[in-house]
């Protein structure tokens, strides 16, 4: 007696249980663009962006190795790519630790005087996995 689609189950419990438990579920109607900070064993942070994320979807980053912590930030986008407003502010998720990111695809682990480099400084919060098995990231508008 097994389920008809019982492997897919599977499939889709195996891709949950891969690397660190981190991922992201965009619970908006809005297409979201997420960016991911983690450290290395320097205490180095490299962050890398773009994931999108479809409305109602969930996606886990690859996250390599065992980070005691990560970075995230996300944004919420319109079809023309352009950032979604709310009561004249962008509807984005982060937090208080700058870093540095540009509008394209990257990877950039210096995050010293980003404007003058021609980046973005955004606001990337801490996600800590100290005594956490996994952590989801829910994006809901306020």
């Known amino acids: 007696p097994s389920a008809p689609n019982i492997f897919n189950l599977l499939i889709e419990a195996a891709k949950l249980t891969e690397g660190v438990g981190f991922s992201w579920c965009n619970e908006t109607a809005f297409t979201v663009m997420a960016a991911l900070g983690t450290e290395d064993d320097h205490a180095q942070i490299v962050t890398r962006g773009w994931f999108r994320i479809e409305p109602g979807k969930c996606i886990k980053p690859d996250v390599q190795g065992r980070p005691q912590r990560l ?6 986008i319109d079809l023309e790519g352009r950032v979604i407003t709310r009561s004249n502010r962008p509807l984005n998720w982060g937090g208080p630790r700058i870093m540095c990111t540009r509008s394209v695809k990257f990877e950039l682990n210096d995050h010293n005087d980003c404007t003058g ?6 606001g990337f919060a801490v996600v800590d996995f100290a005594d956490r098995n996994g952590v989801t990231m829910r994006f809901r508008e306020p």
Request: proline letters at 0%; a neutral charge; charged letters at 15%.
């Open 71 to 76: 970075y995230s930030f996300a944004e919420a």
């Open 117 to 122: 480099r021609g980046l973005t400084n955004t």
